[in-house]
């Protein structure tokens, strides 16, 4: 059974640090990695998503794989209290993407 | 405006009596599945469906049923709803069966079985 880890947090941080998030996977042959953000009773939301190693950066979040570590990560540069939410980490199942692994989730709060 | 709806948003019923989830994409998605989202036990997939006529289970597939008989609908059918289906359901769809293509997320229906 393919598994994807996070710690559960809550991880606090203050207003304007860099919020820091981990992940990591079971599967070595895993090829897709995504990074959703779930506010309290809403759906996931798409931030990013990564397939090769190294670092994607999209405006204050970037994301950072290491397929030979077998970990993925989220950088949120300036956080704010609104990045206040659960952040789900995901894999692919499979390499014909027939559903998404999610890990737990990890809870992220940002202090004004 | 592109997006996944579900109904009803909120249920509440009781055991054994039938009920299905309805969800619609608007996208012209080939792809659409269901996830369950349960404290301590995260997000799991229930069925999925690579197009029309053509669906497979996930992870927790027991308790439920789907079809796929238009494009654009994938309901959830709960034959004989038991308390431990009580949880948050989550619609999805992306564009094709892919390992790199992003699944849209339904807002959620919330199911209580007394």
């Known amino acids: 059974q393919k598994e994807v880890e996070q710690n559960s947090g809550p991880l606090s941080v203050p207003e304007g640090a860099i919020a820091s998030l981990n992940c990591t996977y079971s599967d070595r042959g895993s090829q897709s990695f995504f990074w959703y953000r779930q506010y309290s009773g809403k759906s996931p939301e798409l931030i990013m998503s990564?397939?090769?190693?190294g670092d994607k950066e999209d405006g204050r979040f970037t994301a950072q794989l290491n397929k030979a570590s077998q970990y993925v990560s989220l950088l949120i540069r300036d956080s704010q209290p609104s990045d206040s939410a659960t952040y789900l980490c995901?894999?692919?199942?499979?390499?014909?993407?027939?559903?998404?692994?999610f890990g737990k989730g990890t809870t992220l709060s940002v202090s004004s | 405006e592109a997006q996944v709806t579900q109904n009803p948003r909120y249920l509440i019923t009781v055991t054994g009596k039938k009920l299905t989830v309805t969800c619609s994409q608007n996208m012209n998605h080939e792809y659409m599945s269901w996830y369950r989202q349960d404290p301590g036990l995260g997000l799991r997939q229930i069925y999925y469906s690579m197009n029309v006529e053509v669906t497979d289970k996930g992870d927790v597939p027991e308790g439920y049923k789907v079809s796929r008989k238009e494009k654009r609908n994938f309901p959830l059918i709960l034959e004989s709803p038991s308390p431990n289906q009580t949880s948050l359901y989550f619609c999805?769809?992306?564009?094709?069966?892919?390992?790199?293509?992003?699944?849209?997320f339904g807002p959620g229906t919330r199911l209580t079985v007394l």
């Open positions: 990564i397939y090769s190693n």
């Open positions: 999805a769809s992306s564009y094709r069966l892919g390992a790199t293509d992003t699944q849209y």
């Open positions: 995901a894999v692919n199942k499979d390499q014909a993407g027939t559903a998404l692994i």
